[in-house]
Nanobody, 128 residues
Framework: QVQLVESGGGLVHTGGSLTLSCAVS????????MAWFRQAPGAEREFVAA????????YYTDSVKGRFTCSRDNVDNTADLQMTNLEPEDTAIYYC?????????????????????WGKGTRVTVSS
């Protein structure tokens, strides 16, 4: 049974940084795309970033470009989302999700429907 577990959320001030982590278990095949989504209060879940299985390419939604960075460790089967210069608008529950379908090359956003498995989320709150 595949499980994704996020960690690293918390409360930070505007301009601060956090690193979210996602640990994947239950499947030995590392050739999955890892994506991060977020859902702010009263809003729909939205795509944030995705990284290809090899870690060489990633795609970011415009609002986080230059501030967020995806990385992954296929030995430990984990992925990180480094978030810097956080803004109150980044306040949300952040979810990691994995997709084992054919190759993703980091040139487009992922959709909710693309993803096979989801974590339960970790809350990020940015105070002004």
């Amino acid at each position: 049974q595949v499980q994704l577990v996020e960690s690293g959320g918390g409360l930070v001030h505007t301009g601060g940084s956090l690193t979210l982590s996602c640990a994947v278990s239950g499947r030995t095949d590392r050739r999955y795309t890892m994506a991060w989504f977020r859902q702010a209060p009263g809003a729909e879940r939205e795509f944030v970033a995705a990284i290809a299985w090899h870690g060489l390419s990633a795609y970011y939604t415009d609002s986080v470009k230059g501030r967020f960075t995806c990385s992954r460790d296929n030995v430990d089967n984990t992925a990180d989302l480094q978030m810097t210069n956080l803004e109150p608008e980044d306040t949300a529950i952040y979810y990691c999700a994995a997709d084992w379908s054919p190759q993703y090359n980091g040139t487009r956003p992922m959709t909710i429907e693309d993803m096979d498995y989801w974590g339960k989320g970790t809350r990020v709150t940015v105070s002004s």
